[in-house]
């Protein structure tokens, strides 16, 4: 009997207890690990006043939506800073997101694959270029035209990048040798401006007006299609939406009551929004 204990407890089955042990303990907070957040949300926090970086916390409109969200549903949300490119295909997979808050426009081809909440925003593409080398200049805005022949920058799979695309290969700027490039953000397109490498680079209206305000030798001016027939020139507006995977009915409801609130004016006129864009911004010291 002694022996037989002996031998049950013998040098290899306590190595083999552990091992087992050890793999079995960091399965268990692996898998916890991953289980930790109701909802994961995709971003790409290089997007001010949407999404940005502070020292190393992403702060910014769409987050404090996320934020508010939290709290109406008391579940938890991890954002996730992703390339801006990947986030509508991950969302709409719905494996590793279950939605995409992200200043991210309502397009019909993106609509296909997620669900959008309702709007929180309204845009229009500016073009940023140096005080020194300024496009064709009409009136309070800058027409298409105006940048044939140039070489233009935008953050890849971004409506701006989409919009410049369309109008080098079928639009106004066809056959112009207008050459079009992509970046991974709209501050780097135009840091690209500075470092001789594009000549202008389209970027959302407040995500350009915050890049020229960091930066005196740029400016931007919004971007309009030209009228035809007499008709005025026009920007295109675009509305911002928070991404859904298509199978999450219950987080769209909430995204859509937390931003119906949200979307309410208040005594002064202002929404909740329009207040956090002003604060992100750094336009009031709140
Ligand atoms: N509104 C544009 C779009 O949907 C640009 C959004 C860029 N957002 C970001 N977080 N980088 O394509």
Redesign the pocket.
């Known amino acids: 009997m002694a022996r037989r204990i002996k031998r049950f407890f013998s040098a290899e089955f306590v190595i083999i207890a552990l091992m087992v042990l050890t793999i079995g303990l960091s399965t268990f907070f692996f898998i916890k690990n991953i289980e930790a957040y109701d909802y994961v949300i995709e971003?790409?926090?290089?997007?001010a006043p949407?999404?940005y970086y502070d020292n190393r916390e992403i702060k910014g409109v769409d987050v404090d939506i996320v934020n508010k969200l939290a709290e109406k549903m008391g579940k938890t949300f991890q954002l996730k800073n992703v390339e801006?490119d990947v986030i509508i295909d991950n969302v709409s997979d719905g494996i590793i997101a279950d939605a995409g808050a992200?200043?991210?426009?309502i397009t019909e081809s993106r609509a296909e694959k997620v669900d959008f909440s309702i709007p929180y925003y309204t845009?229009v593409q500016y073009v940023i270029y140096h005080r020194d080398r300024a496009p064709v200049i009409t009136g309070d805005h800058i027409i298409w035209e105006s940048l044939a022949g140039s070489s233009l920058g935008s953050?890849t799979?971004?409506?701006?990048y989409l919009f410049m695309s369309d109008e080098v290969e079928s639009g106004v700027l066809e056959g112009t040798n207008t050459i079009v490039k992509g970046f991974d953000?709209h501050q780097l397109a135009a840091d690209a401006i500075g470092a001789h490498i594009i000549d202008y680079a389209i970027a959302?209206e407040l995500a350009a007006k915050f890049i020229v305000e960091k930066n005196p030798t740029l400016a931007a001016l919004p971007l309009y299609y030209s009228g035809t027939d007499g008709m005025p020139d026009e920007p295109a507006e675009?509305s911002?939406a928070i991404a859904v995977n298509k199978k999450r009915p219950e987080l769209l409801a909430a995204i859509n009551e937390v931003l119906t609130e949200m979307l309410e004016p208040g005594e002064d006129g202002k929404t909740e929004i329009d207040k956090l864009i002003l604060k992100h911004m750094g336009l009031t010291d709140e």
């Not at 992200?102 to 426009?105: C, E, K, N, Q, S």
Request: charged letters at 15%; aromatic letters at 22%.
């Open positions: 971003t790409n926090a290089f997007f949407f999404e801006f992200a200043g991210l426009t845009s953050q799979g971004g409506t701006g953000s959302d675009e911002y």
